[in-house]
């Protein structure tokens, strides 16, 4: 059989009780009847009720006590008191306590059916809401993971787009193969050194992959020459770091990293180029990147020398700090153990890795060095 609600009656008067059960039995209604606080307590402990009549005056305890105990165990039932006392200090206090509505006795058998219809519709509303707001929630959390997942797809679209900019400009000078990695390896253990955020130190990263993309716009004859440049040539050359400004600039999500690739030739003291750019002025980004591009340029071999170990390197980079290196950044270089560098530069030399597993390997690289 099919009921409309499941009701609990609490009523230490057996008449009163087995009038207020057998009216709503033969309205449909399941009905739970209780003399007393531990019974009714027994029976909510035992199954859900979608509404609870109340006496205030009940045997082994009172009804507001009782009130209580009902609301611990079961919030959303909703309670009605039942009471011959005519006070509306305590109906006041009763509602204050969590009860929905009161009936006063005596009451006629449409005033309890009344009641109780008015509670199974606020059990109604209380349960539809519960259910909006629960698929409301899974909604929410749906598209928050289908906005992750977009957001994930979103940015490794661009860093593919970065790969392919950096294969271009590797197929034009072989000298940048391998070195395009290195120092982005070497820029996110010092941008991580430097204790910034995880996406200002993607940023960063990109700008070290992609700092020398203007160099597509130099010739040939320049960009190959096995030789010394000329001053004409070497003004030409410089022309690189403006070039990859103007090319990365027009694209939105590059705006910051075009400002590391302008800046990536100026010095702490005022005296790189193109702009001459001092301090402060030179973004974060650029002044971190310039020790990772001078590490990697010592300790990697080059037509006219052998490359030097990193401890010559380290040495270097100490000598230069105030003039052309942040002091702030050298000092979270020297922290850095000289091994660290190494087992990267190994890395990066057997793997063609893009920009996002270059970071996950430098998080590796770094955790394993804090274990040893």
Request: glycine letters at 6%; charged letters at 30%; proline letters at 3%.
């Amino acid at each position: 059989m099919q009921f409309d609600g499941n009701i609990l009656v609490v009523d230490d008067e057996p008449h009163m009780r087995s009038m207020v059960g057998a009216i709503l039995h033969y309205s449909n209604y399941k009905v739970c009847l209780a003399a007393g606080a531990q019974e009714a307590v027994e029976l909510i402990n035992k199954e859900h009720f979608d509404v609870i009549l109340c006496d205030l005056v009940v045997r082994d305890g009172s009804g507001v006590e009782l009130l209580d105990r009902i609301r611990s165990k079961q919030p959303h039932t909703p309670l009605v008191i039942v009471t011959a006392i005519q006070d509306v200090g305590v109906i006041v206090n009763s509602m204050r306590r969590g009860a929905t509505d009161y009936l006063i006795k005596p009451f006629e058998r449409e005033q309890l059916l009344d009641t109780v219809k008015r509670a199974i519709g606020r059990r109604d509303a209380i349960r539809d809401t519960r259910l909006y707001r629960k698929n409301l929630e899974e909604m929410v959390a749906a598209r928050t993971r289908q906005l992750q997942s977009a957001v994930t797809d979103i940015e490794r679209s661009y860093d593919i787009t970065l790969e392919a900019l950096g294969d271009a400009l590797d197929l034009k000078d072989s000298e940048t193969e391998g070195h395009s990695r290195r120092v982005t390896a070497y820029t996110i253990v010092l941008a991580r050194a430097m204790n910034l955020d995880a996406e200002e130190i993607k940023t960063i990263a990109r700008g070290a992959f992609l700092h020398d993309i203007g160099k597509i716009a130099i010739p040939d004859a320049i960009l190959r020459k096995p030789g010394k440049l000329t001053p004409e040539e070497q003004i030409i050359m410089r022309e690189h770091c403006a070039r990859g400004f103007r090319i990365l600039e027009k694209i939105p999500y590059l705006s910051k990293v075009a400002e590391i690739v302008h800046s990536h030739q100026e010095h702490y003291d005022g005296s790189g180029y193109p702009r001459g750019l001092m301090g402060n002025q030179i973004p974060i980004g650029a002044r971190i990147f310039a020790i990772a591009d001078t590490l990697d340029a010592i300790t990697s071999d080059r037509p006219y020398r052998k490359a030097n170990t990193f401890d010559t390197a380290r040495l270097e980079i100490l000598r230069c700090a105030g003039s052309q290196f942040d002091p702030a950044v050298v000092e979270a270089f020297v922290k850095i153990p000289t091994d660290l560098w190494a087992d990267l530069r190994d890395e990066m030399e057997a793997h063609e890795y893009s920009i996002s597993t270059i970071q996950n390997e430098v998080e590796r690289h770094v955790l394993n060095q804090h274990e040893k």
